[in-house]
C-alpha cells in the first residue's frame, strides 16, 4: 500500500515525501506544478503530473496505485495574494477538496491527513491558540481552509472517511543536509525574504508595520521547522491507521517571535547586517498568532526537535547558500 502526496513538489509536500522515503515507505506524488518543482521530488516517489481538480486525472492514478492514505498540501496559501483572488482559493483549495473526497470515497479511500492552519483562527480570541477556540478567519486563504476541515467533517459523517487536519502555525526551514528548501516564486514568506537580503539578492527587508497591538508593535507569528511538520504528519497518519477518530492538532512551538525578532535572531544566525525598515501594513494580516500545541504532543506523542528559531534559520541559510537560485540550481 502506497502513501500519496497531493502537492509533493511544493515546499512542505516536497519535505514530507523525504521524510516518507526515508522511513521506507512506499510514495506517490501528485503535484500539477503550477508552484512545485519537479526536482524537489524525492526519486524513489512515483510522480504524475495533474490536478487535484481533474476528477478524471485522480480516477487514473487511484486504479493503478493501491493507496492507503492520503497527505494533502496541494493548496495555495499565500495570504496577501487571497486578499486580492479569494475565487482562486475557494477554487483550488475548496473546490479541490471536494473532487478528491468524491474520487477518494468511489475508490474506498478511507483516510486523509490535510494542511490546514493558523489562519482559520483570524485574530485569536486568547494569546495562545488551542484547538477548541473560536474559528473566525479575516482572509479568505484561512476561510477557504475552514471550508475543507467543515468538508472533511461531513464526508466523515456520511461516507467514513477519517481525517486529520494539521493546523500550522508559520512553516520554517529546510532539510538539514540542504538538498531541498523553500522556493517560491514571487517569495512572499518573511523568513525566505530575510535571507535573499541576507545573500546579496534583495537590498533590503520591509517590515510590514510597527503600529500592531504586539511588544514591539511588529506581527508576531510561531515558527515550527518544515522536518517536524513533516514527522507530525507520520504519526497522524499512525494515528488514523490505528483506527482512531478523526481529529484537529496545532503544529507550532508555542513561542510567538516578532518581525523585528525574526530579523535580529536572522543577523545572528548568519553574520550579515540585513538592511530593514517599516512599511505599511499589509492587508489580512493578524497581530499575533502563538499555538498551544499541548494537544499534538499528547495524543500524536510529537516531539519536535527544533526548539529554537535560530536552528531554524540556520537550516534555511544552509539551503539558501547551496542554492542561491532555489531549484534551478539543482
Ligand atoms: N513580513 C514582513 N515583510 C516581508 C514578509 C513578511 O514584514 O517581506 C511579515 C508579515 O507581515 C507577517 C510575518 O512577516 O507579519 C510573517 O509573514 P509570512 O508571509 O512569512 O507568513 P504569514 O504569517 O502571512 O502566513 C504563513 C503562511 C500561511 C499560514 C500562516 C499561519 O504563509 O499559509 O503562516 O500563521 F496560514
Known amino acids: 500500500m502506497a502513501v500519496l502526496v497531493l502537492g509533493g513538489a511544493g515546499y512542505i509536500g516536497s519535505h514530507m515525501v523525504k521524510r516518507l522515503v526515508e522511513q521506507g515507505e512506499d510514495v506517490v506524488v501528485i503535484d500539477n506544478l503550477v508552484t512545485g518543482h519537479p526536482n524537489a521530488i524525492a526519486k524513489e516517489a512515483r510522480f504524475y503530473q495533474g490536478d487535484v481538480r481533474d476528477r478524471a486525472f485522480l480516477d487514473q492514478v487511484f486504479e493503478k496505485e493501491t493507496i492507503d492514505t ?17 475565487l482562486k482559493y475557494f477554487d483550488n483549495n475548496t473546490g479541490g477538496v471536494i473532487t478528491l473526497l468524491e474520487a477518494m470515497h468511489d475508490h474506498g479511500i478511507k483516510r486523509i491527513v490535510f494542511s490546514s492552519t493558523a489562519a482559520t483562527y483570524g485574530n485569536p480570541e486568547h494569546e495562545t491558540i488551542k484547538e477548541s477556540d473560536r474559528q473566525d478567519p479575516i482572509n479568505p486563504y484561512g476561510e477557504s481552509k475552514l471550508m475543507m476541515e ?55 527587508l520591509q517590515i510590514y508595520g510597527d503600529d500592531y497591538q504586539t511588544p514591539d508593535g511588529s506581527n508576531v507569528r510561531d515558527y515550527v521547522h518544515v522536518m517536524d511538520l513533516a514527522d507530525a504528519h507520520i504519526l497522524a497518519m499512525k494515528y488514523l491507521q490505528a483506527g482512531h477518530d478523526s481529529n484537529a492538532f496545532n503544529l507550532g512551538s508555542s513561542t510567538g517571535f516578532s518581525v523585528k525578532q525574526i530579523v535580529e535572531a536572522a543577523r545572528e544566525a548568519t553574520g550579515e547586517t540585513i538592511p530593514a525598515k517599516v512599511a505599511p501594513r499589509r492587508p489580512g494580516d ?28 540556520k537550516t534555511a541559510w544552509n539551503w539558501t547558500q547551496k542554492h542561491p537560485n532555489g531549484f534551478e540550481d539543482k
Open 286 to 313: 493578524p497581530d499575533t498568532l502563538v499555538a498551544q500545541s499541548d494537544k499534538a504532543r499528547e495524543i500524536l506523542h510529537w516531539q519536535p526537535k527544533y526548539d529554537d528559531v535560530h536552528q531554524i534559520i
Open 70 to 86: 492520503v497527505i494533502h498540501f496541494a493548496a495555495f496559501s499565500i495570504v496577501p495574494e487571497s486578499m486580492k483572488d479569494p
Open 150 to 204: 467543515k468538508i472533511m467533517h461531513w464526508a466523515d459523517v456520511a461516507y467514513g472517511i477519517k481525517f486529520v487536519a494539521l493546523r500550522y502555525f508559520n512553516v520554517a526551514g529546510a532539510a538539514e543536509d540542504g538538498t531541498i528548501g523553500e522556493d517560491h516564486h514571487p517569495e512572499t514568506h518573511l523568513i525566505p525574504i530575510v535571507l535573499q537580503v541576507a545573500l546579496g539578492k534583495r537590498p533590503e
